[in-house]
T-cell receptor, first 116, second 115 residues
């Protein structure tokens, strides 16, 4: 049981290049999320998905696209990378919340992305 | 909109002492959840404890307890008998209970445990 895995762990891009970050979970969770963490800040939600084939915008969606073609995978794409997208990216997954809202999010190890 | 405020950028505590990390929140939602996560220097996010807004009792998980004061909109994390391994960043977060669990995080508090 690997939990939540992210590929790659590190990446350096030049401005204007594109890339896709892959998140995979083996816990059969319905919900998946992409966050970014900038220095000195907490995590901010980029996009999320409440089920296979669904996606929705979070707090900071501009410059990113996502897809959830399979329940266990959630992809984050950068079509034209900018230096402002230099950050650590975390994927998370969770089951649907209980009646009291309980249900922790399980986080992946993060991807450190640098855009020069 | 929901907002989390953590006013302590850093805290230094002697080993074996108890420590309280402050968290205040703002929301207009009638139902919400409050979370604490730990982020050690290795970078992963580790779930510590959860409190629902309708929970009558404060949540506890081993050495962690959440001091929930709804009227004051505060959700402080208390760590009893601190250990060197508790040194890390600690984030308070909240979400709406209905629908997707979109977490809103505070800026974090860096806790350092001194031997």
């Amino acid at each position: 049981n690997a939990g939540v895995t992210q590929t790659p762990k590190f990446r350096v891009l030049k401005t204007g290049q594109s890339m896709t970050l892959l998140c995979a979970q083996d816990m059969n969770h319905e919900y998946m999320y992409w966050y970014r963490q900038d220095p000195g800040m907490g995590l901010r939600l980029i996009h999320y998905s409440v089920g296979e084939g669904t996606t929705a915008k979070g707090e900071v969606p501009d410059g990113y696209n996502v897809s959830r073609l399979k329940k266990q995978n959630f992809l984050l794409g950068l079509e034209s990378a900018a230096p402002s997208q230099t950050s650590v990216y975390f994927c998370a997954s969770s089951r649907a919340p209980g009646l009291a809202g309980e249900g922790e999010q399980y986080f992946g190890p993060g991807t450190r992305l640098t855009v020069t | 909109a929901q907002k989390i405020t953590q006013t302590q950028p850093g805290m230094f505590v002697q080993e074996k002492e108890a420590v309280t990390l402050d968290c205040t929140y703002d929301t207009s939602d009638p139902s919400y959840g409050l979370f604490w996560y730990k982020q050690p220097s290795s970078g992963e996010m580790i779930f510590l404890i959860y409190q629902g807004s309708y929970d009558q009792q404060n949540a506890t998980e081993g050495r962690y307890s959440l001091n929930f004061q709804k009227a004051r909109k505060s959700a402080n994390l208390v760590i009893s008998a601190s250990q060197l391994g508790d040194s890390a960043m600690y984030f308070c977060a909240m979400n709406r209970i209905q629908g997707a669990q979109k977490l809103v995080f505070g800026q974090g508090t860096r806790l350092t445990i001194n031997p």
